[in-house]
């Protein structure tokens, strides 16, 4: 299978600061369309996942601007500019390349 | 609105069987991929299951192949778990997702005697 690795699993964060959360896959996600096919989610305390980013950058509708995605072949990152109260939970790096699809161990941010 | 409701879930013995459903409504469910997670307490998320539009292509992950069912109805808007010779570790919130964009608000499954 293929292997997800998040860092750092705690980040905090002073309010208005910056944050950043690395995935590294142990296998290219790159798939023969050109696409590659590694999503970020995020989830509140005692709520579902809701899907931030798809396909490495593309924001889903009402994510805030504030989140973004970049990052190729087995390295990526989520950018959060600004971090604001509501961004606390976990956040998980996923890749549907190859089967079974695979998470990250996940994120935890927290206001500082 | 894109809505999925999962239910079914509950507790149940080692070696029992449990049915999982989940409505949708929202968006044109016969068109898409849809897909059952897991996740334990306090753990992380697991793929457990997808099925293709018509239902001919299923994939499992390997520590639920041969006893879990994945299942949909077009007709009825509707996907399923069949879960079968459940075990300790398949204790879990079970979510129900269109494509990753869209998820429910999950069924808690719990495997003790």
């Known amino acids: 299978d293929v292997v997800m690795t998040q860092s750092p699993l705690s980040l905090p964060v002073t309010l208005g600061q910056p944050a950043s959360i690395s995935c590294r896959s142990s296998q290219s996600l790159v798939y023969s369309d050109g696409n590659t096919r590694l999503n970020w989610f995020q989830q509140r305390p005692g709520q579902s996942p809701r899907r931030l980013i798809y396909?490495?950058?593309k924001r889903d509708s009402g994510v805030p601007d504030r989140f973004s995605g970049s990052g190729s072949g087995t390295d990526f990152t989520l950018k959060i500019s600004r971090v604001e109260a509501e961004d606390v939970g976990v956040y998980f790096c996923?890749?549907?390349?190859?089967?079974?699809?695979?998470f990250g161990q996940g994120t935890k941010l927290e206001i500082k | 609105e894109v809505q999925l409701v999962e239910s079914g879930g509950g507790l149940v013995q080692p070696g029992g069987s449990l049915r999982l459903s989940c409505a949708a409504s929202g968006f044109s469910f016969p068109i898409y991929w849809m897909n059952w997670l897991r996740q334990a307490p306090g753990k992380g998320l697991e793929w457990v299951a997808n099925i293709n539009p018509d239902g001919s292509e299923k994939s499992y992950v390997d520590s639920v192949k041969g006893r879990f069912t994945i299942s949909r109805d077009n007709a009825k808007n509707s996907l399923y778990l069949q879960m079968n010779s459940l075990r300790a570790e398949d204790t879990a919130v079970y979510y129900c997702?269109?494509?990753?964009?869209?998820w429910g608000q999950g069924a808690l499954v719990t495997v003790s005697s």
């Open positions: 396909d490495v950058s």
């Open positions: 996923m890749q549907y390349r190859y089967w079974p699809h695979t």
């Open positions: 997702s269109q494509s990753t964009a869209s």
